[in-house]
């Protein structure tokens, strides 16, 4: 048993005493009744010695009970037994600290996450280390982790670590908080805390839909929870930046361009509203602005989307002045201007471009010497090459290079940006080495059907190439009756062929396929399908050979890198694309843009694993403000720079601020209760750190909880001493006795 | 309060209220008892002799004085007959006085009982104690015996005779009893028996004896002395002199209790010991009283809270009468 309060205890013990000390003082002070009839007395006094004695004696002991009993429920014992706190421990409190983007809300008068911290210093400073409390610290952020497990009965230095934290940029992790702590109590029966320290807006608790609250375990834990906020503040955040493109050719660079920015408002609108837009292009402070846009943001709408133009020569110069060689990548950020904002850090949203003098693009494919081929001579490579430089006097776009399929390797293809294959049945295995090799750093790797081959027999390598996200590609080409047309997919996640978004469906309408391999597109992205829906081209990204060697399951990608697979031959005999005026823009916006999207790999998410083993890939932080946690998540906004395995720079990855997370609406106290008992099943009733008058509470919330069991059992005991006592003295008293008498 | 062992007062007239003595005025202390007196009185003498009244006859036996042979007997019967005279003789008072540590004890205000209208006593205590009372009565009886023309005296003891006054018929004896009573300590421990053995050496003939005392005694040592009374065929009776707090013991003080004849100090709660006190007190009592009638004594219980006059006097008549219809029935 361990006591709270070890103090009182002892004044217990000594105040036990005092019915002892009465008692003698109590002796000395009454003047003796001088008495003739001694010898009857003594008789008297035998006869009844051993039962006044007995009387007395149990009559000292429950005073000194009941004055050692008060004590004892004012020390606030902690019992022991088969409970966690027979370890040797007293209480201990798990704390739950949101650290989200939300809890970086500010309404002016100090963040949700300053107002968490000091509460978790409060009942830090409630306990007592020396007396075996312990505190077990869990951080929300997505994906929440505990920092202090397990519980630590050194307070000061929890106490250290949570001065030392920050909001993320992550959403909160709420069930992956509570599953943490459930697994931490399953096998506990004792007594416990919870406090879970939050704000509970709406971008806090995310979607309810809880499945890892843990039902064993955890009986008798006390849940407390600092209470929602009330107030609405209204939060303004950057959710998209979308350039022209993502792959930018330098030399081909003049005026500025336009920058798509996605904005949102969250919280109530105090009317119309002017803010400001900047972009910026680079990666730290060399950074320079290439674009501003003042706009009034309307009360009425939430959503809005703003067009910036956005310099980016102007940027490029910035960066290769002083004779520096300009980046293959840079990170273009949007910055939305509003002064009072609830939350800061989802104001900024980051985006790589990839930037080439000009795209090395290759086409693998039987070579031709000699004299141009006439039209009906022309094989898919001649078409491509075609497509891809219409023009032979461009020297501002496409780097043409052909390869044979046989001489394909990894050092004809390094620094290659796109690679079309249209002979995938006449490589080798080094051949489709080197292919996964180029995409898995950043390049653009296209694979067309064998337009000869009435079997295609290279899937197998191919699969085997880029792993298991590959779709499945039949062997056997299948004719169509009538040719059959091609269009956009409903949902174009991929995105690129946005820049033809406009005249795509006219581009397509006169273009015919009558040939095709099926192809089973799995997690692929369509970008062009059959009327039947049946995937025409579909895009992928290949899996990262080590992530595969280490999990077994192939299943991981890193992002990086970009695959399509055709399920036609570019090819007369398959289709009539080739004499179409959708070729050359459709080639030409898939290298751009397909290179672009295999280089950057789109942007990541605040919370989310960095995509790539940091031991074999070498990750580092690009910034000043990058910071990722011992378990290789990134929950912070910032820009990280993917070396290869010889220590070159292999892709620049940016995380954004988790927008869902920007939500600072305010959650009833009813629905955070309700989720909060969802997610913590075996704890009762929440209790909240402050009464319906504003009132701080904590101890009543959470340390009075912890000792109210034995507490009450020591106050009951208390109670039965005094009845006894009471009973007892009015036996000794002999009043009855006398009375009847 | 009990418990001061200064010298009671000689004052004589303070023991004797004038109320106990108009009440004692009429009566006259008969001895249950024929004893043996030296002055032809009012109380029957064991004595047959030749004088005044008839009381048997008896054989004739060698030896004896022929004059008390009855020669009418003898000329009628033939045989030879003693004549036996009972004698009234002189009454000899002894009142023998407990004046031992345990008759120091009193809870009745000197003031309500002295009916003098004093508050305290002349030696400052503000309590009537039992040998106030008992003195009072020693001097009623004494009184009435000197008044009545025969001897009285007395014996004072506690552990031991502590003073004698020698058994007269003269009217100053009794400021003699009073006075011996009243410069008397009050403060030894009691032993019945040897009080007894020290009157019995200064006690030559048959007397009525008086004892006084509260008889805080060992019931067998009273037994002794009451045996070897017996024996010399004195007659007694026994004054039991109690206070009523004592034998109703309504204290309820958690103070602790002192002995007044030096027993060790006694930490108890009263209450939680008043009925087996009771008990014990009046099994005594009982014991004592089953004691003195068992030889054939007069025994009467006084309280110190009651006036002296209404119940001696009550037991004096009783004990009249009694003694006439044994002499004529």
Redesign the interface.
């Known amino acids: 048993m361990t006591f709270l309060n070890p103090g009182l205890l002892i004044a217990g013990a000594l105040a036990a005493a005092l019915p002892i000390i009465i008692h003698i003082l109590?002796?000395r002070r009454?003047?003796?009744?001088?008495?003739?009839?001694?010898?009857?007395?003594?008789?008297?006094?035998r006869?009844?010695r051993k039962r006044?004695k007995l009387?007395q004696l149990l009559l000292l002991a429950a005073r000194c009970l009941i004055v050692l009993l008060i004590g004892a429920a004012l020390a606030r014992p902690l019992l022991g037994g088969d409970t966690p706190l027979a370890d040797g421990g007293a209480r201990t409190v798990w704390i739950l600290l949101d650290d989200s983007l939300t809890s970086a809300t500010d309404a002016g008068d100090g963040s949700d996450f300053e107002r968490h911290t000091q509460r978790a210093t409060e009942i830090i400073e409630g306990l007592d280390g020396a007396a075996g409390d312990r505190v077990g610290l869990i951080v929300l952020s997505t994906p929440a982790r505990a920092i202090v497990d397990p519980p630590s009965t050194d307070l000061d230095a929890v106490r250290t670590i949570i001065e030392e934290l920050e909001p993320t940029d992550a959403e909160a992790d709420l069930p992956g908080g509570a599953a943490i702590v459930n697994a931490a109590m399953a096998d506990a029966s004792g007594d416990s805390a919870v406090a879970v320290l939050s704000g509970f807006r709406s971008g806090s608790l995310g979607e309810d839909n809880d499945t890892s609250a843990m039902p064993s375990g955890g009986i008798g834990v006390t849940l407390a929870a600092s209470n929602p906020v009330s107030a609405s503040v209204t939060n303004l955040a950057v959710q998209e930046v979308r350039p022209l493109r993502d792959l930018i050719a330098t030399g081909a660079t003049s005026g500025p361009e336009p920058v798509l920015v996605g904005l949102r408002r969250y919280g109530p609108s105090d009317g119309p509203r002017r803010v400001e837009l900047v972009v910026r292009l680079g990666t730290g402070d060399d950074a320079a602005e290439i674009g501003r846009r003042e706009f009034v943001w309307p009360a009425e709408r939430d959503t809005i989307e703003e067009t910036v133009r956005a310099d980016l020569a102007l940027g490029l110069r910035a960066l290769g002045r002083g004779g520096r060689t300009p980046p293959r990548r840079v990170v273009l950020s949007v910055e939305l201007e509003a002064p009072g904002d609830g939350i800061a850090s989802d104001n900024t949203s980051r985006r790589v471009l990839e930037l080439r003098d000009r795209i090395a693009a290759a086409v693998i494919g039987p070579r031709r010497f000699g004299s141009r081929p006439s039209i009906e001579e022309f094989e898919p490579a001649d078409w491509l090459r075609l497509a891809l430089s219409p023009d032979p006097d461009d020297r501002a776009g496409i780097e043409l290079t052909t390869l044979d399929p046989n001489s394909v390797d990894q050092a004809r293809l390094a620094g290659m940006d796109a690679v079309w294959v249209t002979t995938p049945g006449s490589l080798t295995a080094n051949g489709w080495a080197a292919l996964a090799s180029v995409a898995r750093r950043g390049a653009l790797v296209v694979i067309c059907p064998d337009a000869d081959e009435p079997v295609q027999l290279w899937t197998d390598q191919a699969s085997a190439a880029f792993g298991q996200s590959m779709p499945t590609v039949a062997r056997e080409a299948e004719d169509a009756e009538t040719p059959l047309t091609l269009r956009p997919p409903e949902r174009d996640s991929a995105g690129v062929l946005d820049q033809l978004a406009g005249e795509l469906a006219d581009l397509l309408t006169p273009v015919g396929v009558t040939r095709r391999v099926a192809i089973d597109p799995g997690e692929s992205e369509p970008i062009l399908v059959f009327p039947d829906g049946a995937p025409a081209l579909v895009a992928f990204a290949p899996t990262t050979s080590n992530t595969a060697q280490s999990t077994g399951s192939g299943q991981s990608t890193d992002g990086i890198g970009f695959v399509l697979i055709s399920s036609f031959a570019i090819d007369l005999a398959w289709t009539d694309l080739p004499a179409k005026p959708l070729v050359v823009p459709l080639v030409q916006e898939l290298t751009r843009q397909g290179a672009g999207r295999a280089g950057a790999s789109g942007a990541m998410v605040a919370g989310t694993p960095l995509p790539a083993d940091p031991r074999s890939t070498g990750i580092e932080p690009a910034g000043e403000t990058r910071r990722v946690g011992p378990d290789g998540i990134a929950r912070h906004a910032g820009v990280w720079r993917v070396l290869d395995e010889r220590g070159g720079e292999r892709a620049l990855l940016v995380y954004n601020p988790e927008t869902e997370a920007s939500d600072t609406s305010p959650t009833a106290k009813d629905d955070a209760a309700a989720r909060l008992s969802r997610l913590f099943p075996t704890t009762g009733l929440v209790r909240w750190f402050e009464n319906e008058r504003g009132e701080t509470q904590a101890g009543d919330a959470l340390g009075a909880d912890l000792r109210e069991p034995l507490t009450l059992g020591l106050l009951l005991t208390l109670l039965a001493f005094v009845l006894a006592e009471s009973a007892l003295s009015r036996v000794?008293?002999?009043?009855t006795?006398?009375a009847a008498? | 309060m009990p418990g001061s062992t200064a010298q009671p007062s000689s004052d004589a007239q303070l023991y004797l209220h004038p109320q106990t003595l108009a009440r004692l005025g009429s009566m006259e202390m008969r001895a249950k008892m024929i004893v043996e007196g030296v002055m032809s009185g009012a109380h029957r003498s064991p004595f047959q002799g030749f004088s005044v009244e008839f009381a048997q006859h008896r054989p004739y036996a060698p030896g004896d004085d022929p004059r008390h042979l009855d020669w009418k007997v003898f000329g009628r019967t033939d045989r030879l007959q003693l004549k036996q005279y009972q004698q009234e003789t002189n009454l000899d008072l002894v009142c023998v006085v407990d004046a031992s540590g345990s008759m120091n004890y009193g809870s009745r205000t000197f003031a309500d009982a002295s009916g003098e209208g004093l508050k305290t006593s002349p030696d400052g205590r503000d309590y009537w104690s039992k040998y106030d009372h008992a003195t009072a009565l020693a001097a009623a009886v004494s009184y009435i015996t000197l008044r009545q023309g025969d001897r009285a005296g007395l014996v004072v003891f506690a552990d031991e005779a502590r003073r004698v006054v020698r058994r007269s018929s003269a009217q100053g004896t009794w400021r003699q009893i009073v006075s011996g009573l009243s410069t008397q300590p009050v403060d030894r421990p009691t032993d019945f028996s040897a009080a007894i053995d020290a009157t019995l050496s200064v006690i030559t003939n048959r007397s009525l004896i008086a004892v006084i005392s509260d008889f805080f005694e060992d019931p067998e040592k009273i037994r002794e002395g009451l045996a070897r009374l017996r024996h010399r065929r004195h007659d007694v009776i026994a004054f039991q002199v109690l206070d009523r707090a004592e034998t109703e013991f309504t204290i309820n003080s958690g103070a602790p209790f002192d002995g007044l004849e030096g027993e060790p100090r006694l930490r108890v709660d009263p209450r939680a010991i008043r009925e087996a006190y009771l008990e014990a007190i009046h099994s005594h009592i009982e014991e004592v009283e089953r004691t003195f009638r068992g030889f054939g004594f007069d025994y009467h219980r006084l309280s110190t809270h009651d006036w002296l006059g209404p119940p001696l006097a009550s037991y004096l008549a009783r004990r009249a009468a009694r003694l006439k219809r044994s002499r004529f029935g």
């Open positions: 109590m002796r009454r003047k003796p009744v001088p008495w003739a009839a001694m010898r009857f007395l003594q008789e008297a006094y006869k009844q006044l009387e000794a008293s002999h009043a006795r006398e008498a």
